[in-house]
C-alpha cells in the first residue's frame, strides 16, 4: 500500500507538473502574441503621429499666410494713407476669408481605446500619455472649429465679402497654391473692373476704414493665437513620437 500511495503521489505531482508546464507555455505564447500586437499597435501609432504633425504644419502654413497678408495691408494703409493702389493689396484681403480645419485623428489609438487595448501597451506612463493626448485632441479640435465657424466664419467673412473683390482678383498665389495642393478647388474670376472701384469707394468710407482696420487686427489676432495651439499640438505629438519610437527600439 505504502508503494502504491507513493506511486498515486508521484503521478499527481507529475500531472501537476504537466499542467503548470502547458500553462506557462500558454501564458509564453499568449505573453508573445500580445508583444507582437502591440509592436503592431506602436507601428500604426507612429504613422498616426506623423500624419498628426504634418497635418498641423500644413495648417501653420495657411496661418502664417493670414498673419503676413494682415501685417503687410496694414503697412500698405498706413503707407498710402488709405486703401489706394490695391492691386497686389485686394487678393490679400480676399485671403483673409480663408481658415483651415485641421482633420487629423489618432485612428489607431482611438480604435485601441474603444476596444480596450491600450492595455496592450506596456509602458504605463506612454499609455496614459496617449489616453490623455486623445482626449485633449479632441477639445483642441473642437476649439478650433468654434473659432473658425464663430469667429472667422461669421463675423469677419460677411464683411470682407461685402467690402472685397474677390471674384475679380480672387486669392493670393500663395493661398491658391495651398488649395492646389490640398482640395479641387476651382475659381471663376469677373472681368468687370468696375467692382475695384466700387470696393474702393467702400473701403475708404470713414465707418468702413475703422471697421475693416478692425477686421484685419482681429483676423491676425485669431491667426496668431491658432498657430500658438497648433505648436503646442506639434510639440506634443513629437513627444509622443519619441517615446513610442523608444518603445519600438527597445524591442
Avoid: C
Avoid at 95 to 102: A, E, F, I, P, S
Avoid at 180 to 197: C, E, M, Q, R, V
Amino acid at each position: 500500500m505504502g508503494k502504491y500511495f507513493k506511486y498515486a503521489v508521484g503521478e499527481i505531482v507529475l500531472v501537476v507538473i504537466g499542467i503548470l508546464i502547458a500553462l506557462q507555455i500558454n501564458n509564453w505564447n499568449e505573453g508573445n502574441k500580445d508583444k507582437k500586437q502591440e509592436q503592431v499597435y506602436l507601428k500604426n501609432l507612429k504613422d498616426d503621429l506623423k500624419g498628426i504633425i504634418e497635418s498641423y504644419n500644413t495648417a501653420n502654413i495657411v496661418e502664417d499666410i493670414i498673419l503676413n497678408q494682415s501685417s503687410d495691408i496694414i503697412r500698405h494703409y498706413d503707407l498710402n494713407q488709405g486703401f489706394y493702389n490695391m492691386d497686389s493689396i485686394l487678393p490679400k484681403i480676399n485671403d483673409l476669408t480663408v481658415r483651415w480645419g485641421v482633420i487629423a485623428s489618432p485612428t489607431t489609438l482611438v480604435e485601441m481605446i474603444n476596444s480596450g487595448q491600450t492595455k496592450l501597451i506596456r509602458n504605463t506612463n506612454l499609455r496614459k500619455d496617449l489616453v490623455a493626448f486623445n482626449e485633449q485632441l479632441q477639445l483642441w479640435s473642437t476649439n478650433t472649429i468654434n473659432n473658425n465657424t464663430n469667429l472667422v466664419d461669421n463675423m469677419i467673412v460677411p464683411e470682407i465679402m461685402k467690402l472685397g473683390t474677390l471674384s475679380l482678383k480672387g486669392y493670393s498665389d500663395e493661398m491658391e497654391a495651398i488649395f492646389n495642393n490640398y482640395s479641387y478647388s476651382k475659381f471663376i474670376h469677373s472681368t468687370d473692373t468696375s467692382l475695384s472701384t466700387i470696393s474702393l469707394d467702400q473701403l475708404n468710407k470713414p465707418e468702413q476704414k475703422l471697421n475693416i482696420i478692425n477686421l484685419i487686427n482681429y483676423r491676425h489676432t485669431i491667426a496668431s493665437l491658432q498657430k500658438g495651439v497648433n505648436n503646442s499640438i506639434i510639440n506634443r505629438v513629437n513627444e509622443l513620437l519619441k517615446s513610442v519610437e523608444t518603445e519600438l527600439n527597445n524591442d
